[in-house]
């Protein structure tokens, strides 16, 4: 049975969008492979523990950093999903702020942001560059493209076996 608030505030649907895999890339431990920028602005750690977000990336012309990190992703018919939020300036930000502590201070408040329809982070205050930022839910999922162009825009063309004679 739906509340009256459930009601009221209906949940907002969350998108997904498939990227090329490089934007999701971690550091391997030979460093074979690049970080991408999706991955590196991973800040759920920092945002609990210092009330700040590391490097955000460009979506659609807006900045987000990356709050979740699920899926395994490790083999060529990996999972992983990035789960991101966009963060825009406090004076733009219309709804009510909060932070991570007052979120999480008490059992039923962090229920409460577990079960929220815009997402746990939505409305939460961070810094960035010195300067503060309100995290915007729903969040956005990211997937890997299961067929992806060149990070270069090049096409892709099949290998070809060459004659040694």
């Not at 690049?34 to 990336?57: L, T």
């Not at 990356?66 to 406090?90: F, K, M, N, W």
């Not at 962090?110 to 010195?130: C, L, Q, S, V």
Request: with cysteine.
């Amino acid at each position: 049975m739906q509340s009256e608030q459930d009601k009221a505030n209906p949940p907002t649907a969350r998108e997904t969008f498939a990227v090329h895999p490089a934007r999701l890339a971690w550091k391997g431990a030979g460093r074979e492979i690049c970080e991408g920028d999706i991955h590196a602005s991973y800040s759920a750690d920092v945002i609990a523990m210092q009330g700040r977000v590391r490097k955000p990336f460009k979506w659609r012309d807006a900045l987000c950093v990356c709050t979740s990190i699920s899926g395994s992703g490790l083999t060529d018919s990996g999972t992983q999903e990035h789960e991101a939020y966009r963060i825009v300036p406090v004076k733009m930000f219309t709804g009510k702020t909060t932070t991570y502590s007052e979120k999480t201070d008490r059992a039923e408040d962090a229920e409460a942001a577990r079960n929220d329809p815009n997402g746990f982070y939505h409305g939460m205050t961070i810094k960035h560059g010195g300067e503060s930022f309100v995290l915007c839910g729903p969040p956005i999922r990211f997937t890997a493209e299961t067929s992806p162009e060149r990070p270069d825009g090049a096409t892709r063309e099949e290998p070809r076996q060459l004659s040694l004679f």
